[in-house]
């Protein structure tokens, strides 16, 4: 026993979260010479390993489909945390981080993850097999989110895409609601139809992939687990901000729009979600994948529209929501395609490659507007 708790100890999915937090807070809030920003940025990517390992053992544990809302959930939360800071110091500038940082969310969860996941799938077994009512119960979720915080405000009778207070208390109320009857749904009522399928279309089988783990780990070992992701996942987010000013300098050198920082960042925080879809999708386990993606995109609307709503009682300034004219059209470009997508419950690597060229658009576009 004792050589199994060295081990572990020394493990290095243990090892660098721990690293990367105690780098973090000796860092935090001060400006890095160009080595320490290298350092930086190779814990941040390790922690990205060590959180989508240790979310594989928690969701193993508990099982699917509630171990692929611990990754989501976990990563959005603190998501959520890191908006709310940047808003509260950056001022001015800052007014539309939300709504830049909520989209590329879901332009990367509903094109970039959804798109390799189906494209990996396809790969392995020709056809990616799903299951079209759970799937198709998320996108539609993720679509009117989506619409009632980002597209609606454009349209308001106030000057600017903002709502009024009245109208943003309903926004935060309804993305809870609808978030919280998702879970509900997914995690309940109708559990079997966020659970992976085999090609015949029944439920697949806890070890199908032929991993060789078919019994879950310890709960001691899940626990340690959970603990240790939600340290990776805190090193994930603060390292991604320590670096952000590098990252606002880099974009600025060259030359794009200031927008483009959010969708920079998006793409580091959603690393762990991406990496872990990646891997279940190789398995043959797309549904996971499918879960991941849309869960993330719901996740990040869901609590990200409340959590700001409560933070601009002392937030200074307009909170800028509304899409223009690009992002609405690739929004609605995404749901119909999406929706095209899910419907048969089987998809090619033609699909996949649709959403992964929609996902180019948005960051070319968001880069050259």
């Known amino acids: 026993m004792p050589a199994k708790i060295r081990s572990r100890l020394t493990d290095w999915t243990t090892v660098l979260p721990l690293i990367a937090v105690v780098v973090l807070a000796a860092t935090w809030g001060r400006h890095l010479p160009g080595p320490l920003i290298v350092v930086v940025a190779a814990l941040l990517a390790g922690a990205v390993l060590a959180a989508v390992h240790h979310a594989e053992v928690v969701a193993h544990k508990v099982g699917e489909p509630l171990g692929s809302l611990v990754l989501a959930v976990a990563v959005t939360v603190i998501e959520v945390g890191l908006i709310v800071t940047l808003m509260v110091s950056g001022g001015d500038k800052t007014q539309a981080l939300a709504r830049d940082t909520v989209f590329a969310a879901v332009m990367i969860t509903c094109n970039g993850i959804l798109g390799l996941s189906l494209l990996l799938g396809a790969l392995r077994r ?16 993720v679509a009117t989110l989506a619409t009632l915080s980002m597209v609606v405000p454009t349209f308001t009778s106030r000057p600017g895409p903002q709502f009024s207070s009245a109208q943003l208390a309903f926004a935060a109320v309804a993305s809870l609601a609808l978030y919280g009857l998702f879970v509900l749904v997914q995690t309940g009522r109708h559990r079997d139809y966020f659970l992976p399928v085999t090609q015949e279309g029944s439920i697949m089988p806890e070890d199908a992939d032929g991993d060789g783990h078919a019994d879950p780990p310890a709960t001691r070992t899940a626990l ?57 999708a190789r398995r043959d386990r797309v549904q996971i994948s499918l879960n991941l993606a849309l869960g993330s995109a719901m996740a990040s609307i869901g609590l990200t529209i409340p959590a700001i709503a409560l933070a601009s009682i002392w937030l200074e300034g307009p909170l800028l929501l509304g899409l223009g004219g690009t992002q609405m059209t690739l929004l609605a470009l995404t749901a119909v395609t999406g929706v095209l997508t899910v419907v048969p419950g089987r998809a090619t690597v033609l699909q996949g490659g649709v959403h992964l060229v929609l996902l180019a658009a948005f960051v070319f576009l968001a880069a050259s507007p």
Do not use: H
């Open 126 to 141: 020709r056809v990616a097999v799903f299951n079209p009512e759970g799937t198709g119960g998320a996108l539609a979720t």
């Open 224 to 280: 340690a687990s959970l603990a240790l992701l939600v340290v990776a996942l805190v090193a994930v987010v603060g390292d991604a901000k320590t670096i952000s000013p590098a990252i606002e300098a880099g974009v600025e050198a060259a030359n794009l729009p200031q927008a483009f920082v959010g969708v920079v960042i998006a793409l580091l925080v959603l690393l762990p979600e991406t990496l872990a879809a990646a891997r279940a």
